[in-house]
């Protein structure tokens, strides 16, 4: 599987975003699928996580009631909506899967990793 995200930009505190997430190949509706994020100087972060069917997902507490994981199986697409941004938000975001069917919010369970889109919100 190859991924593909896009949708960063520059935008201001109190915006929203949405950042997608293009996947390739066979067979991403059985992959569980979450987005980390990297900020300059620090480790990843969990951000989001989804199972394959789309019904169960997790949130990093720093975007949790912010932030959905939507996912389109018939179109190999999952997003990452963000809503009230903030500055601390500000990261490289990059999408993972994981042959695990269930969304894991630990980064070694990923198999599959985008490139990285980059956020950077502005106060």
């Known amino acids: 599987v190859q991924l593909q995200a896009f949708g960063g930009g520059l935008v201001q505190a109190g915006d929203s975003l949405r950042l997608s997430c293009a996947a390739s190949?066979?067979?991403?509706?059985?992959?569980?699928m979450g987005w980390f994020r990297q900020a300059p100087g620090k480790d990843h972060e969990f951000v989001a996580s989804?199972?394959?069917?789309?019904?169960?997902?997790y949130y990093g507490d720093s975007v949790k009631g912010r932030s959905t994981i939507p996912r389109d199986n018939a179109k190999n697409m999952v997003y990452l909506q963000m809503n009230s941004l903030k500055p601390e938000d500000t990261a490289v975001y990059y999408c993972?899967?994981?042959?695990?069917?269930?969304?894991?919010?630990?980064?070694?369970?990923?198999?599959?990793w985008g490139q990285g889109t980059e956020v950077t919100v502005s106060s």
């Open positions: 190949g066979h067979p991403f509706s059985s992959y569980g």
């Open positions: 993972a899967g994981s042959r695990l069917s269930f969304g894991s919010t630990r980064y070694t369970n990923y198999d599959f």
């Open positions: 989804i199972n394959y069917r789309g019904d169960d997902t």
